[in-house]
Antibody, heavy 121, light 108 residues
Framework: EGQLVESGGALVQPGGSLRLSCAAS????????MSWVRQAPGKGLEWVAN????????YYVDSVKGRFTISRDNAKNSVYLQMNSLRVDDTAVYYC??????????????WGRGTLVTVSS | SSELTQDPAVSVALGQTVRITCQGD??????ASWYQQMPGQAPVLVIY???NRPSGIPDRFSGSSSGNTASLTITGAQAEDEADYYC???????????FGGGTRLTVL
């Protein structure tokens, strides 16, 4: 049910900026929280940021707070991740994911295929 | 604590039952969800909530929870179940989400 397609990944130098985009189709985008999750090469999954349907709530993992900004455009069925002051340890595949929430239960589904961000000089 | 702890690796004989566990204080308040990741692919949701399977996930996958521990059980493991498995939950603040470190399942 639904598809998410990320874009915008690239090779960037430390200290640089990058904007990731995620286009949703086949799901009622405006009804859901959206999230970015990343995975460094050979490492596990790390939640990065979430945004509420109306953008009134946004949450970030501590390591990106103040550097990354999540946003969305419900008219375009899209969510974005603006990444500034990039560091080598931000190198990862970045996944766009829909969050479904019901009381004390959350689940991430579906996932996009990911876009690779490489921070290197 | 905002952490979820998983065993790094688990093995199971073909056709046998295996339990993968996830421990964390936040699991006393929130249910875990579980994700399967094959090499080079995006994660796939396999269990969420008390014990819910998305459509298309075989019924050999099940979930349970007790205290600060959530478990994913595969009853009759198949060769195609060999993968990395991750648990996820909100942390104790309720406003951040955290993944466990992942468990690599080997089917012998």
């Amino acid at each position: 049910e639904g598809q998410l397609v990320e874009s915008g990944g690239a090779l960037v130098q430390p200290g640089g900026s990058l904007r990731l985009s995620c286009a949703a189709s086949g799901l009622t985008f405006s009804r859901y929280w959206m999230s970015w999750v990343r995975q460094a090469p050979g490492k596990g999954l790390e939640w990065v940021a979430n945004v509420k349907q109306d953008e009134n709530e946004k949450y970030y993992v501590d390591s990106v707070k103040g550097r990354f900004t999540i946003s969305r455009d419900n008219a375009k069925n899209s969510v974005y991740l603006q990444m500034n002051s990039l560091r080598v340890d931000d190198t990862a595949v970045y996944y766009c994911v829909r969050i479904q929430r019901a009381g004390t239960t959350d689940w991430f589904d579906p996932w996009g295929r990911g876009t690779l961000v490489t921070v290197s000089s | 604590s905002s952490e979820l702890t998983q065993d790094p690796a688990v093995s199971v004989a073909l056709g046998q039952t295996v339990r993968i566990t996830c421990q964390g204080d936040s699991l006393r308040s929130y249910y875990a969800s579980w994700y399967q990741q094959m090499p080079g692919q995006a994660p796939v949701l396999v269990i969420y909530g008390k014990n819910n399977r998305p459509s298309g996930i075989p019924d050999r996958f099940s979930g349970s929870s007790s205290g600060n521990t959530a478990s994913l059980t595969i009853t009759g493991a198949q060769a195609e179940d060999e993968a990395d498995y991750y648990c996820n939950s909100r942390d104790s603040s309720g406003n951040h989400w955290v993944f466990g470190g992942g468990t690599r399942l080997t089917v012998l």
